[in-house]
């Protein structure tokens, strides 16, 4: 069975750092792209980037270059999303999905990570 | 960049009724567009891409349809499971761009 299987919940603090996982199954993770995409409290969907983990080739959405960073590692078949300084607009539910290309649309979905920042 | 614009943001139906949901491109797409379906605590899911392609496991009571600008989403006859917040999300360049959601509920 194809899956996507995303990191448990996380509590942090404003200035903290993070880095969640995505860990694939099911499928040559190298010949997949991964994407990013943000669900704030009560809102909509927003696309933060995407990996291509054979080659690493990272594209980001303008809205969270700099903010955020993409990773991942094709030995354990795991995608990372990580952010060095956490503010309390990043708290949301973080979901990873996979893509045939770049610029695609998502097949398979993990189950979301939410990530509550809060002093 | 290309905007997404979908109505209704809710809508209440019954069991059985047929409901329609609508995304609109601020520029053309092609058929470049897919349909999720979420619920809460559960993994997002696939209903169409290419604008009118059923993804696999889907039931045949949903069906897209649209090329250009203007598309829809369409569920035959309601059922209570597909109580759900549904997104549309064009694909045909980046940055690629959700829109706002649709929230069914049963009457």
């Known amino acids: 069975e194809v899956q996507l299987v995303q990191s448990g919940a996380e509590v942090k603090k404003p200035g903290e750092s993070l880095k969640i996982s995505c860990e694939a199954s099911g499928y040559k993770f190298t010949s997949y792209w991964i994407g990013w995409v943000r669900q704030m409290p009560g809102k909509g969907l927003e696309w933060m980037g995407v990996?291509?983990?054979?080659?690493?080739?990272?594209r980001y959405s303008p809205s969270f270059q700099g903010r955020v960073t993409i990773s991942a590692d094709k030995s354990i078949s795991a995608a990372y999303l990580q952010w060095s300084s956490l503010k309390a607009s990043d708290t949301a539910i973080y979901y990873c999905?996979?893509?045939?290309?770049?610029?695609?649309?998502?097949?398979?979905w993990g189950q979301g990570t939410m990530v509550t920042v809060s002093s | 960049d290309i905007q997404m614009t979908q109505s209704p943001s809710s809508l209440s139906a019954s069991v059985g009724d047929r409901v329609t949901i609508t995304c609109r491109a601020s520029q053309g797409i092609s058929n470049y567009l897919a349909w999720y379906q979420l619920k809460p605590g559960k993994v997002p899911k696939l209903l169409i891409y290419s604008a009118s392609t059923l993804q696999s496991g889907v039931p045949s009571r949903f069906s897209g349809s649209g090329s250009g600008t203007d598309f829809t989403l369409t569920i035959s006859s309601l059922q209570p499971e597909d109580v759900a917040t549904y997104y549309c999300l064009k694909y045909n360049s980046g940055p690629l761009t959700f829109g706002g959601g649709t929230k069914v509920e049963i009457k």
């Open positions: 990996i291509y983990p054979g080659d690493s080739d990272t």
């Open positions: 999905a996979r893509l045939e290309g770049p610029i695609d649309a998502f097949d398979i």
